[in-house]
């Protein structure tokens, strides 16, 4: 019988399609290693017992289906730990998850995770601005969901588009609490009666920010509950590709329309803010091996004060003497400084940051590979 390689194994997958059925029968009918990210928002197994009205009287939509009952806790942790074990089987080495809940289920998934053998990165606090109201005033608005990231494994080298992220927020470290409306207006998919279509459908703008975090373009995304497609039109939107495993065709249907009308971004539209720590290396000595800097040029601090360069691409200033990170940091006083960012040199009598000439060589190193 012969052996399937990996690229038949690739042109074999359901990919950007919505396969129907149970999710763990499903996970276990794929490769193993073939997914790069599992999105996965299961059952919150939430217990509701009877119904839940308004203070006008009016009926909640609360989440009642069949799917999100289980008859008991034990019956929920094994129902868990079937389909992570099918979801890490599925994912490649480098490969990471992300599981959403509430505080019904979201302490048995963190468990489960740990268990199966993933490593928690982060736990993300994702806080509605719009939540709906406790009508019985017995408890506080339950005002947030919690998401927890995890690697495959300890060792894996997960994808995480740190600078993507800090662009997305404005040139700051994105923090772990996430404001984010409920999904409303025209994202919210509705039946032929007007109804929410599906009663937990996520807001595109919480997929937006993990598929932008956690993988690249090209990458492919398993949601093994897939519903109405947030994942997957996020995932198509940004130049991703998707699985996704749905039992209930009424979503399904939903999610195939919802698909058929995204669009994917063009690919200037997909680039996305670098990390600096996956840009070449380059020694501020090879500024002064070519020329851009000369051995005896003097290199201005933020605040006036001088350093010589000398030929083997240290500093030495009145008082110190080192590398240009070394010789700002005692100049500052300081534990450390960024050198590259601290030290500009003298053009055409216009102080120019050093950075640039770094810029310049990684330039020239990717236009020669």
């Known amino acids: ?13 359901p990919v950007n399609q919505i396969v129907a059925g149970d999710c763990v029968e499903a996970m276990n009918a794929l490769p193993e290693g073939c997914v790069d990210l599992v999105f996965a928002d299961p059952p919150y197994n939430l217990q509701l017992k009877g119904t839940l009205h308004r203070p006008d009287n009016s009926l909640v939509d609360a989440v009642d289906d069949a799917w999100d009952q289980f008859d008991s806790l034990a019956a929920y942790d094994t129902f868990t730990r079937a389909w992570l074990k ?21 302490f048995r ?26 009508f019985r005033g017995k408890r506080l608005t339950n005002a947030h969901e919690t998401l927890i990231w995890a690697a495959r494994s300890e060792n894996a080298k997960h994808t995480f588009n740190y600078e ?3 662009s997305l927020n404005e040139g700051t470290q994105m923090r772990s609490d996430w404001v984010i409306p409920l999904c409303t207006g025209h994202e919210r998919l509705k039946d032929d009666q007007g109804a929410k279509l599906h009663p937990t459908q996520k807001p595109e703008a919480l997929l937006h920010r993990v598929i932008l975090a956690s993988t690249n373009p090209g990458d492919l995304v ?9 994942t997957g039109a996020v995932a198509k939107m940004l130049g991703r590709d998707f699985i996704g495993i749905e039992r209930d065709e009424g979503y399904r249907r939903g999610a195939e329309a919802r698909l058929a009308r995204v669009r994917r971004l063009d690919a200037d539209a997909l680039q996305v803010t670098s990390s600096r720590r996956a840009e070449p290396r380059v020694p501020f000595g090879v500024l002064v091996e070519r020329g851009l800097l000369r051995p005896g040029e003097v290199l ?6 001088a350093a010589r360069v000398r030929a083997d691409g240290s500093l030495v200033s009145a008082e110190h003497r080192g590398s240009i990170h070394q010789v700002g940091a005692a100049i ?5 400084c ?3 960012t601290y030290w500009q040199f003298r053009r055409d009598g216009k102080l120019i940051p050093i950075e640039l000439l770094r810029q310049q060589i990684r330039a020239e190193m990717g236009s020669a590979s």
């Open 109 to 134: 998934l963190g468990t489960a995770l740990q268990d199966a053998g993933f490593w928690l990165l982060n736990d993300v606090i994702w806080r509605k601005s719009n939540p709906m109201p406790n």
């Open 332 to 336: 500052e006083g300081a534990p450390s």
């Open 300 to 305: 201005v601090s933020p605040r006036g004060q």
């Open 1 to 13: 019988m012969a052996v399937k390689t990996r690229a038949q194994e690739a042109r074999a997958l």
């Open 86 to 106: 099918a979801a890490r089987r599925v994912l490649k080495p480098d490969g990471a998850i992300w599981v959403i809940g509430s505080y019904h289920n979201i």
């Open 338 to 340: 960024n050198g590259w």
């Open 164 to 166: 993507a992220l800090k």
């Open 222 to 230: 398993l949601d093994p509950f897939f519903g109405t497609g947030t």
